[in-house]
């Protein structure tokens, strides 16, 4: 069963493919094109209702998501419609889609509330195949991932961490207002559950090194996400970061620079891991700088034409770590007090409120 199961994961290899992409691990797991429809469900964010911190991360525009939000919030039912409607006008084939829970902390709420709106979004259409919800790694108790345990026996779930760098100063640069020991005990606890752990990493923060990129490209095997999600660091309209860029006081990594940077940290990730994204991704009229993250067909290609002129593929020049993921054990949960209580005294979602 093991053996069956490594197989299918590298089952991109015998395909040719360069790395483990995810677009074509969903057509081997659903049979189709499965594409992913946002679901804004009203959440909040502890970096920036002073739980943990005020001011959010320097990339994020959390306009979108406080109190003052300039987008009128929908039912589920019509999010999840609209959704499907776009992407069927855009794809021909689309056999499925999965409910991604994308702004703010997505498991920033009452477990029982979770529990509504994601099963809300199961039951709305059948196409829906399964779910994506993005959070934080300080914001996922064990009631949490045990929540998911149980949607994972029905539906496809993956929790997707932002976990973007190991390193501190660069944690610190953003605002994460998290250390990376928060990422190692949220991935303890989530592995081994039936759901996917995916990594969110951001290449190019200022004062990282490459050397320091490739050590993140290493805890991606030690830590065993299952899939990850690379993007270099871009500036958009409303945020810290946009307005120092527009300053002219922060440089961005470069096409070519990020490229060479994506191979080299793919040849570092486990062949096993599924690769989700490549690259970042923003409406152009909201995307600062550097405007060539608009090339996003053009950035594939060009690296898979790098792993293509060095000869190599994902995983290449991957050391497996000295204790396999999955023996790592499960440690005790340090979600911060002020995090769990801030949940206790949250008020019902607003979609949930719509619902009524
Ligand atoms: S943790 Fe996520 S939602 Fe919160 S401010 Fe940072 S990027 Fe935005």
Redesign the pocket.
Known sequence: MIEQQFDEQLAWQSEKLLFNAFGASLKRKFGGRIQRVSIDAGFT?P??DGAVTRG??NF?D?RSFSPSRRVRLKQVSEQLANGIASVTERYSKVSGFIAYFQP??NTYAPVDQLEEVFELALSIDPRVVGLAVGT?PDCAPDSVLELLERLAEKSSVSLEY?MQTIHQPGLDWMN?AHDHASMVNAIDRSRGRGFECCGHVILGIPGETHAMMMETAAEVGRLGFDSIKLHNLYAVQGTPLGEEVLRGEIELMGKEDYVQTVVDFLERIPPETIVERVSGEAPPNYLIEPKWCLEKSAIRLAIEREFVRRGTRQGDHHNPPKVAPSERPRPADETPESIRSQIDRRSRLPVLKMQE
């Open positions: 964010c970096n920036v959010g991360c994020c959390n703010a902390t934080r932002g994460r």
